[in-house]
């Protein structure tokens, strides 16, 4: 399954509640504002490099730019995507499962 | 791949009806087939055509019916949430006693039955909200 997030997790417990849920193999896709989680040297760095060891954790490219993040500030691990791969993302898994 | 998109948000509020819109263009691109958009609760704001940002900013509502002519797309806003919000065809105009509509070019209005036939039809359906 792909799960896509879309919050801050300095705002809001979306991502959270993913990782808590998430299947080993699952993968996860940062969007909008939950790009923010991809970056580094934050609060909830270690957690998601714990999520990396079980999941492939992807950041949309558009929204890092929009946010005027680089790529260097991205956690080793997290693979950046732009819309197109985004929707082969959402075409390799059966379901999408948003977390708003 | 058949996808199915759901916008549950409006224009300019969130960027979720931004991410769809980016999402289907990309999806189109890639020669996907769009079975439906379905726009609910406050996504019906997607489709008005009174919409007037400034020239300098994008024009949500307009890109979307530009796609739905270039692509054949069906556009469906919600008929409960669309009349809450005072978005309204030529029917639905004439039904209520209005004296105008604002549906947007592209664009219809349709039951949540829709929704459900587009999950049925898509392959997967991909939600965009907040």
């Known amino acids: ?100 | 791949m058949k996808f199915g998109i759901v916008v549950n948000e409006g224009p300019y509020t969130h960027q979720a009806s931004d991410t769809a819109y980016q999402f289907t263009r990309a999806a189109l691109e890639k020669g996907h087939e769009i079975v439906r958009v379905f726009f609910y609760h406050d996504g019906v704001n997607n489709g008005t055509r009174l919409t007037t940002p400034p020239q300098d900013d994008r024009h949500i509502s307009k890109r979307w019916s530009e796609l739905a002519q270039e692509h054949d797309l069906d556009l469906v806003l919600c008929i409960a949430a669309a009349q809450r919000r005072g978005i309204v065809d030529e029917d639905e105009a004439k039904r209520h006693g209005k004296d105008a509509n604002n549906i947007a070019p592209g664009f219809r209005i349709s039951g949540l039955g829709q929704l459900i036939e587009a999950s049925i039809d898509a392959d997967s359906l991909v939600s965009f909200g907040d």
């Open chain 1, 1 to 100: 399954m792909l799960h896509t997030v879309n919050k801050s997790p300095f705002e809001k417990t979306s991502l959270d509640t993913c990782l808590r849920l998430v299947r080993t193999g699952a993968v996860i896709l940062l969007i909008e504002d939950a790009v923010y989680a991809a970056t580094k040297n934050t609060v909830i760095e270690a957690k998601i490099k714990r999520a990396l060891t079980q999941n492939r954790i992807y950041v949309l490219g558009p929204d890092l730019d929009a946010r005027g993040l680089q790529d260097s500030e991205i956690i080793d691990g997290i693979e950046v995507v732009d819309y197109g791969g985004f929707v082969d993302l959402a075409g390799e898994h059966r379901n999408v499962q948003s977390w708003f």
